[in-house]
């Protein structure tokens, strides 16, 4: 009896196991679109300093992407020529803080931030961040979102392209153009997804109910 | 000696008239870039309303375009979702109010507009001008600008463009693309510029010391 509980217990976990794992979108007839305002990722330490030793998240919204949400708490930044309020803190924690502002929001601060892809923080400026119950000077992490595509790695299959390539998008209309250096990110948790900031998404007439297509660059 | 004094009054007018013309600017390396926040071009009329009967602008600022000027005055806008302070008033006056607004204060101001060309402004929305002395309801004329490109016809000439032609500009670095749709206007009164908003330069990574080149589209 105790090994057909164990047989039971594997095949239980192997049936968990594959539904944990995202069905991978089919190609459609475009890429749908997150438009990104500005936005903090947040380590535990940092949440601590600025929450209160052992904060935890509040969860306001889930995000496209699986595991992701945005958070009820959000945070004041502060840079030495202005401070931008109600920057919202997405979860969950990270180990490093991120900040990612848009590009326009490096005047206001006085911190100049360059576009880099989500975690590749070295050699980025830091920036002071105020909370309720405290503050944090980051060393670094003030970036300015590359512009990127989220994807399964059946997507990359579909579309022929691999992780980190960089390829282009292309949109009609008036405020019509290309996008070159748009980043492939490739990940078994990953949902099919063209992700830009809101500066990028308004000089291109994209709204969230836009869908791009991919093209080699 | 009257004849010749009126040979003498049309070789100055002639003299003058040729010193009036702007030089062309030859082809440089890359044509110079004019970047636009929001701003409004203003009718007397509507300047009487706002700020008093008879009211005279105040020249602040020369602008790269001949004779064009920012202005000490500002205003502010008001529709049904919220209202944009600071918008600056630019001169000289024009016989038609034109509000030009970035594409993200649609959302702000609740109002939606389109990508139109300065001065093409059938069928755009209207919006409240609030001034120190009133404000006006104007029945159209609020737009998002066209991207475009100001020059003389001699460089009209040098690039084989023509007026009203839509050309493409191509833009190198990490935010590199390519922007359609760039309209050409030929005028014996314009400096070579690219003009674009600040949504569009940051999208782009375009900043006043940027040059770009004309690509036919």
Chains 1, 2 share one sequence.
Not at 99 to 114: N, R, T
Request: proline share 5%; charged share 20%.
């Amino acid at each position: 009896m105790a090994e057909l509980e164990n047989v039971l217990k594997l095949l239980l976990e192997a049936v968990e196991a594959v539904q944990k794992t995202p069905v991978p979108v089919p190609v459609p007839n475009g890429i749908g679109v997150g438009i990104s305002n500005r936005h903090i990722h947040i380590s535990q330490d940092d949440l601590n300093a600025l929450f209160g030793e052992g904060y935890q998240l509040t969860p306001l919204k889930e995000l496209s992407q699986p595991g992701q949400f945005a958070c009820k708490e959000v945070v004041t930044i502060c840079g030495p020529k202005g401070a931008i309020e109600k920057i919202r803190v997405l979860g969950p924690v990270r180990s490093k803080t991120q900040v990612e502002i848009l590009a326009g929001d490096s005047f206001k601060l006085g911190v100049k931030a360059a576009a880099r892809m989500s975690g590749d923080l070295q050699g980025t400026p830091g920036i002071t961040i105020i909370g309720p119950k405290g503050s944090v000077q980051t060393k670094e992490g003030l970036i300015v979102a590359q512009r990127h595509i989220h994807m399964h790695p059946v997507n990359a299959e579909q579309y022929g392209v691999r992780d980190g390539q960089l390829v282009s998008i292309k949109l009609d209309g008036v405020r019509g153009g290309i996008f070159h250096n748009v980043a492939i990110r490739v990940s078994k948790d990953s949902a099919l997804e063209f992700h830009l900031d809101t500066e990028e998404a308004n000089a291109m007439s994209i709204t969230s109910s836009s869908t791009v297509e991919i093209t080699k660059q």
